[in-house]
């Protein structure tokens, strides 16, 4: 979507737990709330000790998208007086941070956010939800029965017109 002007108005997985309070006052000490400096590229750990970046890996998620995990290490946590509630690992804390991902979360957080992001989320649940509810509970369409881009773009195609027909008819 960045590639072309299409400005997207979908919630990421954690948008509506990222919203609520009480669910992110409960871990006080997750990657998310740590303070990041970009020009020296490190995190500062909950006691204020830097975190050094110690490398990256691109590992691949299961459905082949591929990613760069940067990960920070604490310099040491020995005595720290928040490491129990801290982290659990053996020696100092290890983050992995993807900042590309990051990055689209803070964008669709800001159009989520804004006016008319508000309005698009509220008329969502009577425009496009209903929908998908009546194909996969009324009709019964679980999951794609081809695989590969053009056959799924066939089968939802199919299923909007046969929708839209049943629409029509009644």
Same mark, same amino acid.
């Given at each position: %979507? +960045?590639? &072309? ?7 990421? @997985? ?5 919203? @609520?309070? @009480?669910?992110?006052? &409960? ?21 204020? +000790?830097? %975190? ?9 998620? =299961?459905?082949?998208?591929? $990613? ?11 005595? *720290?007086?928040?490491?129990?509630? *801290? ?8 983050? $992995? ?30 425009? !496009?939800?209903?929908?998908? =509810? ?5 009709? =019964?369409?679980?999951?794609? %029965? ?5 056959? !799924? ?10 929708? @839209? ?6």
């Amino acid at each position: %979507m +960045e590639k &072309k002007p299409i400005g997207a108005y979908v919630k990421h @997985n954690y948008f509506d737990r990222d919203q @609520n309070g @009480n669910i992110r006052s &409960k871990k006080p000490y997750t990657v998310d709330k740590l303070a990041y400096d970009p020009d020296r590229d490190l995190y500062y750990c909950p006691s204020g +000790e830097p %975190m050094d970046s110690i490398g990256t890996r691109n590992p691949r998620t =299961g459905t082949g998208f591929g $990613q760069t995990i940067t990960l920070y290490r604490a310099r040491s946590c020995e005595g *720290c007086p928040l490491r129990p509630q *801290c982290h659990q690992q053996q020696g100092n804390r290890i983050i $992995q941070v993807n900042h590309n991902l990051n990055r689209l979360k803070r964008q669709a957080e800001k159009r989520l956010k804004s006016k008319r992001g508000i309005k698009k989320r509220k008329q969502r649940c009577h425009d !496009v939800e209903p929908v998908f =509810g009546n194909i996969k509970h009324n009709h =019964g369409f679980k999951r794609f %029965m081809l695989r590969g881009l053009d056959k !799924v773009n066939l089968e939802i195609g199919l299923l909007a017109l046969a929708h @839209n027909l049943r629409k029509r008819a009644s």
